[in-house]
């Protein structure tokens, strides 16, 4: 696996390449907007991990540009200031993100559930699930949860589909709104309240505190997917 | 001289009068009665005429009497010595009457007239005095100098105090200014005194340019074109005196924004001391342990155990995490207290925001102390969720780290007519009385919790965060000991549910 880090930090660079190398990625590193964006044109990588403030311009026109070619997986990582920009980052196809300070542990996570959805807009999309007794079979129209089956109303499947086939990576709520309600819908926020509350309260042991569909507050929602 | 068609007409009409009046009682009343008739009529006129004119006709009407009335009729000679005297004492009246008359009309006009101009001053005076920006009456003081000069005048008024240059930014510029205009202007203003006709200083200007001077300088400048060869000096005192009120006005609002600016700042900068030191403190302590403990793993890491070695890190993991977190307040705190704060508001579920916060609270909460309870069928709020989430962060941060290692922390929401109370509950000592307002001020703590660390700003930016939702944090005592921070947020009519359930 070929990594590439964009990152203008030098001691950050180096701590994250470091930790990459160590999980065994091949780890190419960039510390400017030209430098990423060479790399990432000739050198064939399999993901990148991309900050937003560098030097000789945003990282957005990185992400630009990969969309524009390959389905190149895109790990945005960014300060807090930034918050505005991320969402724009992950609906305009960005993977996922992280806030920085951000622990090493968090993007390794991150960085293997982007992997294994590498790819997963050109071959065949997820259609199953299975985690923690939730096993949900997009194909078939099934969900099961202990091994009972779960009624579902079709907009429950709708959106629970929706976040399987993106299962560990965050799914902005306007993504979510598009995709289930419908491109009109997206700034219907309350629609997701409702029915993701509905969700809750069928598929997890405490509503209050859930173990599988997490809030990311002000992003959107992620299904869980431990590995 | 001028004369008001109205007026003339009825002089005439007194005069023709007269003359009818005369020419009925001509041969049945002698000379001198007639010549009471002409008195009669020459002083009605003079009531509307101007002297000259009512003179110049009277002496002409005591020829008419000659040539009429006086024997021998149809001539100007006098035959008799008493006519002659006659025509002369009446001649005299008729004169003295136009005379007395137009210079009493002509008192009467120049009181109308200073009773007008002390008018117009009370008035402009009154305008500005209800105004907070002079600027805004600035057309009303060329509509009344216009007034005076029959012609448009030019105003240059300062926005602020007087600029390094002349630059035409700083000040607001009413009516058509040529350059040489302009720098007559700017000239008078930095001088602040008057140029043009009768002032003694550039008198061949076809224009008096006043200043609009305040005790100190001026801040603004009038161009008012006037007749060079016959100046006006009490018209431009006049004029002068509207401009000096207008300079007067724009120095007090000028000293409003200054010392308003001046209070910002203060305030400003008491803020920002407070901020400095809360950060010089908490954020040094941490600090001091991450580098504590990086160092020694860096010198001395051979020789640690590999027990050792993992606590060091361990140390160095939550420390920097507790970093982070006061950062993210310190900022937070900064922002919010800037003016014109704009919250991320959307509609956002109390059950999602406290299950995100309780899940991220279990990091630090490993014996599960913390638990949540909601209300069932709360309402939707609208509001910021990181904000929110940030503001949960923190009390649930600071019930952990006051109350002791086994006590229960609660999270409650539930609604309140038209608010949403999110309660954090701890078992903590309390907060004694006196501390319950201070502990939201920035660096405050509880008294006795010397060794304990990093409340400094979290409750500041709590109340902060409520407060930008227009909402509230309180502090209320617990029956049986420990403290509870409510947030008190009000809720607003949420938009309508999706409709019917679409078909799969």
Same mark, same amino acid.
């Given at each position: 696996m070929k990594l590439l880090l964009v990152e203008d930090d030098r001691e950050l660079r180096r701590t994250l390449a470091d930790a990459m190398a160590v999980e065994g990625y091949e780890v190419l590193t960039a510390a400017s907007l030209s430098e990423g964006m060479a790399l990432a044109r000739h050198a064939d990588v399999d993901l990148v991990v991309l900050d937003l403030g560098l030097p000789d311009g945003d990282g957005e026109a990185l992400l630009d540009a990969l969309r524009h070619r390959q389905g190149t997986p895109v790990l945005v990582i960014s300060a807090r200031q930034a918050e505005g920009q991320k969402i724009r980052l992950l609906d305009a196809g960005a993977d996922d993100y992280l806030v920085k300070p951000f622990s090493v542990g968090e993007l390794l996570a991150r960085l293997r559930v982007a992997l294994r959805h590498r790819g997963t807009s050109v071959h065949a999309a997820v259609t199953r699930y299975a985690q923690g007794g939730l096993e949900v079979d997009l194909e078939a129209h099934r969900v099961a949860l202990h091994g009972e089956p779960v009624h579902l109303t079709p907009t429950e499947f709708r959106l629970l589909a929706r976040l399987v086939r993106s299962a560990g990576r965050v799914v902005t709520h306007r993504q979510l709104l598009a995709d289930v309600?419908?491109?009109?819908? $997206?700034?219907? $926020?309350h629609y997701l309240r409702l029915y993701m509350g509905q969700l809750r309260a069928k598929l997890e042991a405490d509503p209050t505190e859930p173990q599988r569909l997490l809030t990311e507050p002000g992003v959107g929602y992620r299904l869980v997917d431990t590995d | 001289m001028k004369i008001n068609p109205r007026r003339g007409a009825l002089a005439l009409l007194a005069w023709a009068s007269a003359w009818t009046a005369m020419l009925a009682v001509d041969g049945h009343v002698d000379l001198a009665n007639l010549a009471m008739l002409l008195v009669l009529g020459s002083t009605v006129a003079a009531l509307w005429l101007p002297a000259p004119v009512s003179m110049a006709a009277a002496a002409v009407q005591v020829l008419a009497f000659n040539w009429v009335f006086v024997p021998p009729r149809g001539t100007f000679s006098i035959d008799l010595r008493q006519h002659a005297l006659l025509l002369g004492a009446l001649l005299a009246v008729n004169l003295l009457v136009a005379a007395l008359m137009g210079r009493l009309r002509v008192q009467a006009d120049r009181a109308r007239h200073h009773a007008r101009l002390a008018d117009q001053l009370r008035t402009f005076g009154e305008a500005l005095r209800d105004t907070g920006d002079p600027l805004a009456r600035a057309p009303m003081l060329r509509e009344a100098l216009s007034d005076l000069a029959q012609a448009p005048v030019t105003l240059l008024l300062l926005r602020a105090g007087v600029p390094a240059t002349d630059d035409a930014d700083a000040a607001l510029c009413l009516g058509e200014a040529d350059a040489d205009t302009l720098a007559g202007l700017w000239l008078a203003l930095r001088q602040s005194t008057a140029l043009g006709?009768?002032?003694?200083?550039?008198?061949?200007?076809?224009?008096w340019i006043l200043p609009m001077r305040t005790r100190q300088g001026s801040l603004g400048a009038a161009c008012v074109p006037v007749d060079r060869d016959r100046p006006d000096d009490a018209l431009r005192a006049h004029a002068q005196a509207l401009c000096d009120q207008m300079g007067q006005a724009l120095q007090r609002a000028l000293a409003a924004r200054q010392e308003r600016e001046a209070r910002e700042q203060a305030q400003a900068q008491g803020v920002r001391n407070a901020l400095l030191a809360a950060i010089s403190h908490d954020h040094r302590t941490p600090l001091a342990t991450i580098l504590g403990a990086a160092s020694s793993l860096h010198d001395q890491g051979e020789r640690l155990a590999p027990e050792q070695r993992r606590r060091l890190a361990a140390t160095i993991v939550d420390e920097a995490g507790q970093l982070a977190r006061l950062t993210d307040n310190t900022l937070q705190l900064a922002r919010l207290d800037a003016p014109g704060v704009q919250l991320q508001l959307d509609w956002e579920s109390a059950e999602e925001i406290v299950g995100s916060a309780l899940r991220r609270a279990r990091l630090r909460d490993p014996q599960r102390r913390v638990r949540a309870r909601l209300e069932p069928g709360l309402p939707l709020l609208r509001c910021d969720a990181l904000l929110l989430s940030q503001l949960l962060d923190n009390l649930i941060d600071n019930a952990l780290k006051y109350s002791p290692a086994e006590a229960p922390v609660e999270i409650l929401v539930r609604q309140q007519g038209a608010a949403v109370v999110i309660a954090v509950r701890d078992r903590g000592p309390g907060v004694p009385p006196a501390q319950r307002e201070r502990v939201f001020e920035v660096f405050q703590r509880g008294s006795d919790a010397g060794q304990r660390r990093g409340a400094g700003v979290g409750l500041a930016v709590c109340r902060a965060i409520a407060r930008a939702h227009g909402g509230e944090l309180r502090l209320r005592p617990r029956g049986h000991g420990g403290s509870s921070f409510e947030c008190v947020l009000p809720t607003v009519e949420p938009p309508p549910a999706p409709g019917e359930e679409p078909g799969p």
């Open positions: 309600w419908g491109p009109e819908f $997206t700034e219907h $926020t | 006709p009768g002032t003694g200083r550039h008198d061949e200007l076809g224009a």
